[in-house]
């Protein structure tokens, strides 16, 4: 980006090869940095048509320049990209000349570069053949939106085509356009990209017959320099200025594109979901339900309806309700959603959050908008028939998987560097091995960490060179392939908001991964198989057979003391999350003797929280726990004295110094993110808020220096007790019914 300021850039287009996996990305950067985003893709046309599937792509299909001219043309775009895999893919993804015609509004085309067809007509001597061509093209696109490319990268036959390009442009009434062919940003990054060109085609940089590019000028050019390249044809210069100005694409980030539920005759989404909490909460708390829950039910749909989310909680509460009634095991909840109450009274979670004091504004802030995030366990083996009544209901074209991009790590960067450069593998593995095994560890923290691979790094021989290349292409994609458990599901056909791809295994995905689907406002879910799940559904199937009893998971008994026993006893092989080594020492440790120790446990064995481990312990075991202030004990007693939970961090803001919740979320967002400016401003609220509830200024600051010391640690307290729960039910299930668990 400051290459692109450095020169000047007032617009710069992105033109991947037949894909617009980095469009929004592209966009949002460009955007912030005052840079007009131009979205396009150089496609390619088959010649003989997208159905011909006999010759080989590189000797039947050609590169075109295609930029969108305004929202339609955008959309035009997204079709033919996802036409390119899903009919007329081979070896790459094609369109052709059909397609193009009817999708060509709103999009302006460029000749392209020497593999454009008209290009390649032209080094073939067959200038009738290229005229022909480009009529053809220039009667595709509107009057003036077809245009004749002249590149200059340092490549001799296409500098000397350049001149005949001109003529023939001239001869034919079509516009020039000078553009800049750009695979890497800086001159001097020639070198890393030709070695990301032997890692992408499994070769290295001392084969001969591999694929190379013909000069090193395929960087991103100033004005000034293309103004030189192309004085000869002002025309061309004053063209790209112009495109330029003529594309004029403004993505939606503000529109969701919730399907509509469909909901019984004289209902409307709103008044159907109500109906349906209402009845769920008689189910769940009895028919007199206390002042509480209806006031706390009552905010959550009103910040559900003012948000515009009723269809999206009836259609999580639909496929939910459909796996339950075919005997598909469902998870308990995960994420924040166990903090609803709404979700609760549905049915999509298992735990009441009344009792575990989860809160809705970690689900769902009403001060900050975003979409709601709803994940669902579903058991391992079929989870496939729940997506699969997803696309029944809202149609194949409106439901896809999610791609994700596979990056280059620390370590895997070093080896597919090391491979490409053709060093040995003993070298190469010995450079890669010194990098700790640590989680997100770059090469910089790597390097800076460890003396040897330091004085590596400032070498000039070999090994210096591979550390520096694998530097510069750490981080890249290495590979698309499908997100786990991702669907999206769209109220219009998904090609109309997200272009689609098809992968190596025939899966049809989106192009855009998962954070950009949610910033598009499209209704993304992660549908995850845990086999947890399918064990206790078999194991209750065998139960029932083997012993006649026919157990109901949701009913058993949360304060077994047998099972807090065996717990106690590190004896958990085969107990959902406790049975590894860290997890069984937590358990010697904490011995545990109520459900609430278990909901502590799932949250200690992470990363951060581990850091209070000896605190919570020393404070189970009769240690003695203080409290800054008496408003604390009621928020911190059930995990003695210890920060443990986001949710914690947010009663603290709300009880001390009179935050809303809402806001006690921002905090403690601000916090997790350590966003100081945030922090900063949130201090004084926090401080002269305590102040003017009874609390003296020093014990504010202290609370709130201990809540910034805990915030960035704490842990989902609904995903800790959701996740704790089928912990107990794996354990209720090994020490009751050994045999049946077991097997």
Same mark, same amino acid.
């Given at each position: 980006?400051?290459k692109? /300021?450095?020169n000047?850039?007032t617009a ?8 617009m996996f ?11 940095n ?6 396009g ?17 590189d ?26 895999f899903t009919?007329?893919f081979?070896? /790459? ?7 193009l ?21 032209m ?5 009738e ?6 009529l ?15 590149q ?27 553009t ?5 940003v ?14 992408q085609?499994g070769?290295?940089?001392n ?11 395929f960087y ?6 293309m ?11 004053e063209?790209?200025?112009r ?5 004029d ?19 409307t989404?709103?008044s159907?979901?109500?109906?349906l ?25 009103s910040?559900?309806?003012q948000?515009g ?12 309700n459909?796996a ?5 095991y ?13 979700a ?6 298992s ?16 001060a900050?908008?975003?979409?709601p ?16 009544y997803?696309?029944r209901k809202?149609?194949v074209d ?38 700790p095994?640590?989680?997100?560890i770059?090469?910089d923290?790597?390097?800076q ?8 790094s ?24 499908t997100h786990a ?8 056909p ?43 559904? /078999?194991?209750?199937k065998l ?9 109901d ?12 026993e ?10 959902f999350q406790?049975e ?20 502590a446990l ?6 951060g ?9 020393k ?13 604390l ?22 009880e ?13 967002r ?17 401080v ?7 609390v ?21 307290a ?5 996740y ?5 039910? %794996?354990?209720y299930?090994?020490?009751?019914y050994f %045999?049946e668990?077991?097997?």
């Open positions: 980006m400051d692109l /300021k450095e000047g850039m710069c287009a992105i033109t991947d090869h037949g894909v980095g469009v929004v990305e592209f966009y949002k950067a460009l955007k912030a005052g840079i007009k985003p131009v979205i893709c150089e496609v390619y046309v088959a010649v003989p048509g997208r159905n011909d599937k006999t010759a080989r792509v000797d039947g299909s050609h590169h075109l320049v295609l930029l969108a001219k305004d929202y339609e043309g955008y959309k035009n775009l997204m079709k033919l990209c996802s036409m390119g009919e007329g081979y070896y /790459k993804p094609r369109i052709d000349k059909e397609i015609r009817e999708h060509s509004k709103g999009l302006i085309g460029l000749s392209a570069c020497l593999a454009g067809e008209i290009p390649s007509l080094l073939k001597g067959d200038v053949g290229a005229e022909k061509i480009a053809e093209y220039k009667e595709i696109f509107d009057e003036g939106d077809f245009y004749i490319e002249l200059s990268n340092g490549v001799e036959v296409q500098d000397r085509l350049n001149h005949e390009l001109a003529e023939m442009a001239r001869r034919l009434d079509i516009p020039l356009v000078a800049n062919d750009s695979h890497y800086r001159k001097e990054d020639a070198r890393v990209h030709d070695v990301l060109l032997c890692i085609t070769t290295t940089v084969d001969r017959h591999r694929m190379r590019f013909a000069s090193e000028e991103v050019k100033s004005s000034e320099e103004g030189k390249l192309f004085d000869w044809v002002p025309e061309a210069i063209n790209t200025v495109i330029a100005e003529r594309c694409v403004e993505l939606d980030f503000n529109t969701l594109h919730v399907p509509d539920f469909e909901v019984p005759e004289g209902k989404v709103s159907y979901l109500r109906e909490c209402m009845e769920g909460a008689f189910e769940r708390y009895g028919l007199f339900l206390s002042d509480e829950v209806r006031e706390r039910l009552e905010y959550e749909l910040v559900i309806e948000m989310y009723c269809g999206y909680f009836l259609i999580v509460w639909d496929f939910v459909f339950r009634k075919e005997g598909i469902v998870g308990p909840g995960r994420g924040s959603a166990p903090g609803s109450v709404v609760y009274c549905l049915g999509i979670t735990l009441d959050p009344f009792k575990y004091d989860l809160l809705f504004e970690r689900f769902l802030n009403p900050r908008v975003t979409m995030d709803i994940d669902m366990d579903f058991c391992y083996e079929r989870r496939g028939e729940v997506i699969d997803v696309v809202y149609g409106h439901v896809s998987q999610i791609i994700t991009f596979g990056t280059m790590a620390a370590r895997a960067a070093i080896r597919d560097v090391g491979r490409a450069l053709d060093l040995p593998y003993a070298d190469v593995d010995r450079i890669a091995k010194l990098v095994a640590e989680l997100n770059t090469l923290k790597a390097i960490a460890v003396p040897e691979l330091k004085e590596a400032e070498r000039k021989d070999e090994i210096g060179t591979l550390l520096e290349i694998a530097r510069a292409v750490e981080g890249n994609p290495r590979h698309a392939s458990a991702g669907v999206v599901i769209s109220k219009d998904l090609v109309e908001t997200v272009p689609l791809y098809k992968t190596s295994d025939d899966v049809i995905t989106t192009q855009f991964p998962m954070e950009d689907l949610e910033s598009l406002g499209v209704l993304k879910m992660d549908f995850l198989g845990l086999r947890t799940l399918t064990v206790i559904g /078999k194991a209750v139960i029932k057979a083997n012993r006649g009893v026919d157990l998971m949701d009913s058993i008994p949360l304060d077994d003391e047998g099972v807090f065996m717990l106690r006893q590190s004896d958990s092989s085969g107990v406790l590894s080594g860290l997890f069984q020492g937590l358990l010697k440790e904490v011995k545990p003797t109520r459900f609430e120790d278990i909901i799932v949250a200690l064995g992470r990363p929280p581990m850091m209070m481990t000896g605190d919570f312990v404070g189970k075991h009769g240690g003695e726990v203080k409290y800054i202030h008496p408003a004990e009621p928020i911190l007693n059930s995990t003695y004295g210890v920060m443990l939970y986001q949710e914690q961090v947010m009663r603290v803001a709300s001390l110094a009179g935050f809303s919740l809402a806001e006690a979320d921002l905090l403690r601000a916090m997790g993110k350590k966003k100081a400016d945030v922090i900063a401003g949130m201090k004084d609220k926090f002269s808020g305590a102040i003017a509830k009874g003296e200024e020093p014990v504010a600051r202290e609370v709130f220096s201990l809540i910034e010391r805990f915030a960035g640690y704490g842990f989902n609904a995903h800790s007790a959701a704790a729960l089928i912990s107990y039910q %794996t354990a299930l090994r020490y009751h %045999t668990f077991m097997a």
